[in-house]
């Protein structure tokens, strides 16, 4: 199975800090990531797919970059309601795997 | 609007079984596939098992396989885990999600709000 790396695992910043939150998959998964936003309580919420498209509806803070195996999700202005832990998941090679997760919060 | 709620999680003991259900509606069911998705305590995301359009293929995670077993009611817009030979490390919050595209693998562009199994004696 492809392994996927988050690191850290923990991440304070400050409310408009541009943060960016590396992805890093065990072999070439071209552009087949996404990234996810999970809310205590709540499922994930997709935020980006292909590495670089907007899911519809998310605010443009939020970015992707990245293929082969190194991948960033970049929140341009940190804001209050982005605190939540984001994931990364690769599809590209059976079983869809997922990253550790980091978790965001203000300092 | 899309929704998926999920049901039919609780307290089993080990060896034991359990049927979960998740009703979709707010998009055409039989088009997508559909996983199920779980996350142990305080862990990350697991898939664990996904399902095509029309219920033919199916797919499972080496950690459930020949234990777990995934349908789907297209007349009925739900998807089922049927669980057997549950284990401690089952213990998590089962997530159905739905594939963005027709194929399983893929990413998931909705999620419902899970339920909890938890295996112990």
């Known amino acids: 199975d492809i392994q996927m790396t988050q690191s850290p695992s923990s991440l304070p910043a400050s409310v408009g800090d541009r943060v960016t939150i590396p992805c890093r998959a065990s072999?070439?998964?071209?552009?087949?990531l996404a990234w996810y936003q999970q809310k205590p309580g709540t499922g994930p919420k997709l935020l980006i797919y292909?590495?670089?498209t907007l899911q519809s509806g998310v605010p443009s803070r939020f970015s992707g970059s990245g293929s082969g195996t190194d991948f960033t999700l970049t929140i341009s202005s940190l804001q209050p309601e982005d605190v939540a832990t984001y994931f990364c998941?690769?599809?590209?090679?059976?079983?869809?795997?997922f990253g550790p997760g980091t978790k965001v919060d203000i300092k | 609007e899309v929704q998926m709620v999920e049901s039919g999680g609780g307290l089993v003991q080990p060896g034991g079984s359990l049927r979960l259900s998740c009703a979709a509606s707010g998009f055409t069911f039989s088009t997508y596939a559909m996983s199920w998705v779980r996350q142990a305590p305080g862990k990350g995301l697991e898939w664990v098992s996904g399902?095509?359009?029309?219920?033919?293929?199916?797919y499972y995670a080496d950690t459930v396989k020949g234990r777990f077993t995934i349908s789907r009611d297209n007349s009925n817009n739900t998807l089922y885990l049927q669980m057997s030979g549950l284990r401690a490390e089952d213990t998590a919050l089962y997530y159905c999600?739905?594939?963005?595209?027709?194929?399983?693998?893929?990413?998931?562009?909705?999620w419902g709000q899970g339920t909890l199994v938890t295996v112990s004696s």
């Open positions: 998941q690769q599809y590209n090679t059976a079983p869809s795997t």
């Open positions: 292909a590495a670089s």
């Open positions: 399902i095509s359009g029309n219920g033919v293929t199916t």
């Open positions: 999600a739905k594939s963005a595209v027709t194929r399983h693998l893929s990413r998931f562009d909705y």
């Open positions: 072999q070439d998964i071209s552009n087949y």
